[in-house]
DNA sequence: TTTCAGTCTGTGAACGTTCACAGATGCTTC
DNA sequence: GAAGCATCTGTGAACGTTCACAGACTGAAA
């Protein structure tokens, strides 16, 4: 249980000072080879390993990012999207020598929470997730002036917040477009809570390809389960039984589908085909496997993080990025 | 963008000197009711928060721990457990103001810097997850001399760090009990890896019911993946065309047997009954929806979280800890 | 030869806390 | 009235870095 080496260990084995090792563990221009290699070889030696604490105090960084999961309804629980987001923005990040905080912001006792943090200068950056429109703590973290990006927008604060997302309203076009294509001619949609970006938006692609067709009868409201998505197919189908297409706005509700469909004596895809959103794990677990959109979150990820990057590194303004989705054709439909 | 207040400032404020304020921070004895009152007044008025990298210099302490996320396989990417664990344990460590922060051991350069990161002093603890067998960042953590739990047994390594888990192998008894009570004559199963505790465990509380009937024909091994299910299942039809029932270690590989008994023919649960394990989302969205056991994952998080509490305030030793499941009978069987 | 720019190094001060100590005050007890 | 204890407060030093500055050395240009 010896002392953990300082700097001025490093230093005193190296025959240099404080100083020249400082420059060597931040790549400072102007230290000698001779220099350099002594100084590497003395923090294989000792073992010595940076005190961030201690640097963090006088830089006022902290080498460390937030992630905040708003956590509207129950979604976190089953989604199973979020460990990608996780996974790949932890690696990226450690690239960098970044680490990842989590937070959860559920409510207001938890936001005040984060706010304190942040505010504290315990971050360097802020990483949204799933936060919706008309969350306050999204012009807290303006006021702190915090970097800060989201995955997915931010609604009502596209502007204020970056963000990456998958094209969102483009994917549901190319499934409804492709429901058109296959002769389908009362087609429905159970949309996701339209305070989300999944929520608006996927309804207003629907709504540009069949325009007029796109009537108020044929669209429910869902909550991103699988039990609001049963209860949304119910209504449709007693409010309009000769639909013949369902787009739904997430793999998870459409499983939720399936079974209202099923209970209704209607067959997928020959009376009614259904289509997905998100290209999860579920899509393949249902019967029968789910027509859906894949959306490249891995990738969403990557942009999301390198947005923050950029904005941890002093870029004044960044764009948002879209990026596009795949139709994955399966039994469905 | 003025200068954030420090300690000194409240001091000023407040009228009393910076050692008082520390005290008030702190919870500390011999504090006089008129100078508690008039820091926290301070603090407010000021809109102090206190800097956790000057703190964490001197108390070397840091006020996180590290939730590391060992990925064999790709597990991370379908399993929707991480999710429950996740925002349970960074709940409950938020009210104790311990940041969670996540790192990915995936291959050994992800372990060098876990190993690195820990060995800098830059957490307090270790919650480790999903952890396999033989795992060498296991012996690293031991030799730091860091607090460390796991969530589920490291196998081999039970002995060394504490956990909370769900009791598997009980959980595997009840659900080969309830097939063999409905009537099941010729059982099989399907197992996880062999070095996770969910493979071994649940495999020996197989065999702990049905005795000599567990024959080694009668077993075969997946992966945790969908896929690896399916074929298991394909495998074991094709040595045991009789088998009427399957006892399958995860849900996920519960909803490959499915498909793979639907394509050679058979009937779910009339020709044959099958019982996942986990009772996580996807029990749900399979058709028939599975009967299978449910876990405590919240209880096991928040076990976990208290074991490393424990261990972080000084505890010399604690005990595993073992909770019980539930069997969740569905149309599976 | 002098000047200058570029390269390299060492040092004091600062970052914002906590800790240990010393000292002051008030109350009890003899 | 002195001694002793408990309560409360202020202060210097320390934690391990980075930063800005000053100074030394080198080689090239004037």
Do not use: C, W
Request: proline share 4%; glycine share 8%.
């Amino acid at each position: 249980m010896a002392k953990r080496p300082t700097i001025h260990d490093v230093a005193a084995v190296a025959g240099v000072s404080r100083g020249t090792v400082s420059r060597v563990l931040n790549d400072d221009r102007y230290v000698s080879p001779a220099a350099h290699a002594a100084v590497k070889r003395a923090i294989a030696e000792t073992g010595y390993v940076l005190n961030r604490a201690a640097r963090s105090l006088v830089t006022q960084r902290t080498g460390s990012v937030v992630m905040v999961l708003s956590e509207p309804q129950e979604r976190l629980f089953e989604d199973p999207n979020y460990s990608v987001l996780l996974r790949t923005a932890t690696r990226r990040l450690a690239e960098r020598d970044i680490s990842l905080v989590m937070m959860i912001a559920g409510n207001d006792g938890d936001r005040d929470r984060v706010v304190r943090y942040l505010r504290g200068g315990h971050a360097d950056g802020v990483f949204l997730v799933s936060t919706h429109a008309g969350d306050r703590l999204v012009d807290a973290l303006v006021d702190i002036g915090v970097a800060a990006v989201a995955q997915g927008a931010v609604i009502g604060r596209e502007n204020v917040i970056p963000y990456a997302a998958a094209d969102d309203r483009e994917g549901a076009r190319q499934m409804t477009r492709y429901l058109v294509e296959r002769g389908r001619r009362r087609i429905a949609t159970i949309t996701g809570p339209l305070d989300t970006p999944g929520g608006a938006l996927r309804l207003e692609g629907f709504a540009d390809i069949l325009g007029r067709k796109a009537s108020r009868r044929l669209i429910e409201h869902g909550d991103y389960t699988q039990l609001g998505g049963e209860s949304a197919m119910a209504r449709l189908l007693e409010r309009a039984p000769d639909i013949d297409a369902v787009f739904v706005a997430s793999d998870l509700m459409a499983a939720g589908a399936l079974a209202a469909l099923r209970a209704a004596g209607r067959r997928v895809p020959e009376d009614v085909a259904v289509g997905g959103f998100d290209d999860s794990a579920v899509a393949l677990t249902t019967h029968p496997p789910l027509t859906t959109i894949r959306q490249p979150l891995e990738r969403v990820a990557e942009e999301t993080v390198r947005l923050l990057l950029a904005l941890i590194d002093g870029a004044e303004h960044v764009e948002p990025v879209i990026l596009p989705t795949d139709l994955i054709v399966r039994e469905s439909t």
